[in-house]
């Protein structure tokens, strides 16, 4: 079993920066394939970023226009979601999720994923 605890969130004005991390414990953390999700108030949970088992490859949505980067470090057993420039409309929570599969369709779905965090809000004033 697999527990994921997010950090990292918190009130940023917009323009700002947040570097949000998620750790994992219990399991072979790279084994995992490790993404990123959030979901704002009223609205359904949305895909940001997946990571590969080895940090060898990454998959973004498309809206992110690069403003987001994720990483990872197995040694800490640790994924990083840098997020740059924020605007108000990134106010949400955000979720880390783990999965030994690197299916960009579960992921882009965000439905069959093994492991889940609790979230880590991040409010973006304007």
């Known amino acids: 079993q697999v527990q994921l605890v997010e950090s990292g969130g918190g009130l940023v004005e917009a323009g700002g920066s947040l570097r949000l991390s998620c750790a994992a414990s219990?399991?072979?953390?790279?084994?995992?394939?490790m993404g990123w999700f959030r979901q704002a108030p009223g609205k359904e949970r949305e895909f940001l970023a997946v990571?590969?088992?080895?940090?060898?490859?990454?998959f973004y949505a498309g809206s992110l226009k690069g403003r987001f980067t994720i990483s990872r470090d197995n040694a800490k057993n640790t994924v990083y979601l840098q997020m740059n420039r924020l605007k108000p409309e990134d106010t949400a929570v955000y979720y880390c999720?783990?999965?030994?599969?690197?299916?960009?369709?579960?992921w882009g779905a965000g439905y069959g994923l093994n492991y889940w965090g609790k979230g880590t809000l991040v409010t973006v004033s304007s």
């Open positions: 990571i590969y088992m080895s940090g060898g490859g990454t």
């Open positions: 999720a783990a999965d030994p599969i690197y299916d960009l369709r579960r």
């Open positions: 219990g399991g072979t953390f790279s084994s995992y394939a």
